[in-house]
């Protein structure tokens, strides 16, 4: 089974700190795809990240870092200097290789970004 | 543009009342997903399909239907069985297959709101 945990609920900060957005997962499966999707006030999830389980390499795109850790089973999001577009609910997802491709996802931590 | 087109955005259902939600892609994937979402919940599976004319249940099947009769569409049925209804739903499609195929994100359309009338 597969379990994707997002312990923050709610996350308030104001203009320009940084903030993580903490994800940690449980799965049986070797091979397995982690995700990062975005859901504006409007409603739609917008796709953010995707990371492959055997590749743990950090990333940065722009403002956007993300931290891959195995041995912890987390997959961490973290947004340098925080902006006011930036409040939404943060989803993390984990995906196993094959069966359907199907998606578990967190519960979402809403991120509000405050002048 | 390509995208996924989901109709309406706002829907309101009667007592007793089956009510269909629609979602379009052309995109050219061949899977395709329905979630539901709560207030400060994740999104939970509802059906899926990998290729036309199959489909399987998620997690919360019970109360809903679809069809798969064309690559493009995937509507949802909510029927008088689902008791609690009141929910965002959204359509997700994506390209399947093994290795690289596997790893390709879900692409989400913008939801339909459902509300008891």
């Known amino acids: 089974a597969q379990k994707v945990t997002q312990a923050q609920t709610e996350i308030s900060v104001v203009e320009k700190e940084d903030v993580t957005l903490d994800c940690v997962y449980e799965?049986?499966?070797?091979?397995?795809?982690l995700f990062w999707y975005k859901q504006p006030p409007s409603g739609e999830l917008v796709f953010l990240i995707r990371?492959?389980?055997?590749?743990?390499q950090n990333e940065i795109s722009g403002r956007y870092s993300w931290n891959f850790q195995k041995s912890t089973s987390s997959f961490n999001f973290t947004i340098t200097a925080s902006q006011v577009v930036d409040s939404a609910v943060y989803f993390c997802?984990?995906?196993?290789?094959?069966?359907?491709?199907?998606?578990?996802f967190g519960t979402g931590t809403q991120l509000k970004v405050e002048l | 543009d390509g995208g996924i087109t989901q109709s309406p955005k706002y829907l309101f259902r009667k007592e007793g009342q089956n009510v269909t939600l629609s979602c379009e892609q052309n995109?050219?994937?061949?899977?395709m997903y329905w979630y539901r979402q709560d207030p400060g919940q994740g999104l939970r599976l509802i059906y899926y399909?990998?290729?036309?004319?199959?489909?399987q249940k998620g997690d919360i099947a019970e109360g809903y239907s679809v069809s798969r009769e064309k690559k493009e569409s995937f509507p949802l049925t909510v029927t008088s069985a689902q008791k609690n209804p009141t929910a965002f739903y959204l359509c997700?499609?994506?390209?399947?297959?093994?290795?690289?195929?596997?790893?390709?994100?879900?692409?989400f359309g913008d939801g339909t709101r459902l509300s008891i009338l």
């Open positions: 995109l050219n994937h061949d899977a």
């Open positions: 997802a984990l995906r196993p290789a094959g069966g359907g491709n199907k998606l578990t």
């Open positions: 399909s990998q290729i036309v004319n199959d489909f």
């Open positions: 997700a499609s994506t390209n399947t297959g093994t290795g690289v195929g596997s790893n390709q994100p879900q692409h």
């Open positions: 799965t049986r499966d070797t091979t397995y795809y």
């Open positions: 990371r492959n389980s055997f590749d743990e």
